[in-house]
């Protein structure tokens, strides 16, 4: 069976990037540039300031 990590900590870094730490210590950083044209539900986060308010909710991020 497939176990699904919880994100715990999120931090903002430069431009849409993120370095985030899973509950199993796994962290790392990952940029979200690429998802940015991907439909109109990415369409908030392009912008910076929206994109920097994430917070955790549930184990993964939202806005």
Same mark, same amino acid.
């Not at 900590?9 to 370095?19: D, F, L, Q, S, T």
């Not at 210590?25 to 940029?31: P, Y």
């Not at 908030?44 to 993964?60: C, N």
């Given at each position: 069976?497939?176990?699904?990590?919880?994100?715990?900590?999120?931090?903002?870094? =430069?431009?849409?990037?993120?370095?985030?730490? @899973?509950?199993?210590?796994?962290?790392?950083d990952?940029? @979200?540039?690429?998802?940015l044209?991907?439909?109109?539900? @990415?369409?908030?986060?392009? =912008?910076?300031?929206? @994109?920097?308010?994430?917070?955790? =909710?549930?184990?993964?991020?939202?806005?």
């Amino acid at each position: 069976m497939w176990n699904m990590n919880d994100i715990v900590r999120i931090a903002c870094k =430069e431009g849409y990037v993120y370095h985030i730490i @899973f509950d199993n210590g796994i962290s790392g950083d990952v940029d @979200f540039s690429e998802y940015l044209s991907k439909g109109p539900v @990415f369409e908030p986060l392009r =912008e910076l300031a929206f @994109f920097r308010k994430a917070s955790i =909710e549930g184990g993964t991020i939202s806005s």
